[in-house]
């Protein structure tokens, strides 16, 4: 299956800083990505839509100024949380599109932020 | 409104044995549904993909049904390994929604020797 990954997978940072993700589809591919945030026993929430080339697609009560995404090139989105603060922290996931018959979506393996 | 429930909330089942996992979905227009793994700390990793034609579909010891008319399903797992210890996520794919997914929320299985 297609890989999809995530660098960091985990990251502490002070409040105040900003941190910035990275989600890489390594052997296909993706037009489009997604940002997804779990917080522990919940299940996942989409933030927004990355696609490469244009603006993203935020989900309505998600900051776009606080989280800055990039989709620069078909292989490479990053999701930077500026000005970080301890409620920020969760479990960031990512996914890419791959446009087969069922468009599937393959998910990177998360990346864990503390903000203390 | 678009909602994917999962049941139970979470299980606990002895290494070898059988358990069932059940998903009820509101969801519509219906595209597709799936089921993944979670393990802890980690991403999801899809299991199983059915569209509205499919009415059963397995990988290996995992087997998922699907009844469109009552908008089911379920996700069977046979002979239990303490490697099945996760969450399993029922994920509804909604043409209307476009490529967003809709997630339950997940059931966590624990298998104990």
């Known amino acids: 299956g297609a890989v999809v990954s995530q660098h960091p997978s985990w990251v502490i940072c002070k409040s105040g800083t900003s941190v910035k993700i990275e989600c890489r589809s390594l052997?296909?591919?993706?037009?489009?990505m997604f940002w997804y945030r779990q917080f522990p026993k919940q299940s996942l929430m989409l933030m927004a839509t990355?696609?490469?080339?244009?603006?993203?697609?935020?989900e309505q009560g998600v900051e776009k100024d606080k989280f800055l995404i990039n989709h620069a090139s078909l292989t490479l989105s990053t999701l930077t949380v500026t000005s970080a603060h301890p409620e920020d922290s969760s479990f960031y996931i990512c996914?890419?599109?791959?446009?087969?018959?069922?468009?599937?979506?393959?998910f990177g393996p998360g990346t864990r932020l503390t903000v203390l | 409104k678009n909602q994917v429930e999962q049941s139970p909330q979470s299980l606990i089942i002895l290494e070898g044995k059988n358990c069932t996992l059940q998903?009820?979905?509101?969801?519509?227009?219906?595209?597709?549904l799936r089921w993944y793994k979670q393990d802890t700390g980690r991403g999801p990793v899809s299991l199983t993909i059915m569209t509205f034609s499919e009415n059963t579909k397995s990988n290996g010891r995992y087997t998922a049904t699907l009844d469109a008319d009552t908008k089911q399903s379920s996700l069977h797992i046979t002979a239990s390994q303490l490697s099945d210890s996760a969450s399993y996520i029922c994920v509804v794919n909604s043409y209307q929604a476009g490529t967003a997914l809709i997630f339950g929320k997940g059931t966590t299985l624990s298998v104990s020797s």
């Open positions: 998903c009820n979905y509101t969801v519509s227009p219906f595209s597709n």
């Open positions: 996914s890419a599109l791959y446009t087969s018959g069922n468009n599937e979506q393959f």
């Open positions: 052997d296909f591919q993706a037009t489009t």
């Open positions: 990355s696609n490469e080339g244009s603006k993203a697609t935020y």
